[in-house]
């Protein structure tokens, strides 16, 4: 499951060639399909004005670092770091964050994963229960994820700050990410992210996580 996962993302994230750029990959439905829980207004700016911005960005970032490459500028390929993980980063957590949602989303998960989480966190309730206060308790901008611990085999759940990229930050495999920064909710939830977080559960396309 985590392989399918990369695979699909890849052609997203534009890594068919060093040198090739990344695009904003369109969503698998409308900007209104996630009504009323995520509104069209939110989700129309979040991916065309957002997400848009970190990969255009992440392109303009990439293209300096290679020519700090190329020129062996050790100092500028440095000042560049932040800037490439703040981008970066945004670009792979949003391309992750449409495809965990879906208009026939919410529920519980089956099959597998769900035995996955009642071994690791009791219930899928318990479950839910602490990803929602990792992603409450982020403070200022952030994520809530669960993600996958290869080496020891379990499910994980965790929070980063900002855009950082979860897997290049904690070396968990992504499977599913909330997005707590105030663009993804206050428009329609203003500042009460719990009332934000409730909502989305009703939207969580388990498949894909899965």
């Known amino acids: 499951a985590v392989c399918g996962t990369s695979r699909q993302l890849a ?14 990959p ?3 439905y409308d ?29 303009v970032t990439e293209e300096k670092y290679q020519e700090a490459l190329a020129k062996g500028d050790v100092t500028a390929q440095i000042a560049l770091q932040p800037a490439l993980k703040f981008n970066g980063g945004g670009h792979i957590n949003h391309s992750i964050f449409w495809t965990n949602l879906s208009p026939n989303g919410g529920g519980e998960p089956k099959g597998e994963l769900l035995e996955a989480i009642k071994r690791d966190f009791g219930s899928f309730d318990k479950f839910k229960e602490k990803l929602t206060a990792a ?50 909710y206050y428009l329609q939830y203003k500042n009460v992210r719990p009332d934000y977080l409730k909502a989305i559960w009703n939207v969580i396309n388990w498949e894909n996580v899965t």
């Open 11 to 24: 052609p997203a994230l534009g890594y068919l060639g060093s040198r090739q750029k990344h695009s904003l």
């Open 31 to 59: 900007y209104g399909a996630l009504e009323p829980h995520i509104n069209a207004q939110i989700m129309q700016l979040h991916h065309s004005k957002h997400h848009a911005a970190y990969v255009n960005n992440l392109n």
């Open 26 to 28: 369109d969503l698998p």
């Open 135 to 184: 992603s409450v308790g982020v403070q200022g901008s952030g994520w809530g994820w669960l993600g996958f611990n290869k080496e020891r085999g379990h499910l994980q759940i965790a929070a980063c700050p900002n855009q950082d990229p979860l897997q290049g930050t904690t070396g968990l495999i992504p499977l599913l990410g909330i997005d707590v920064w105030e663009h993804a």
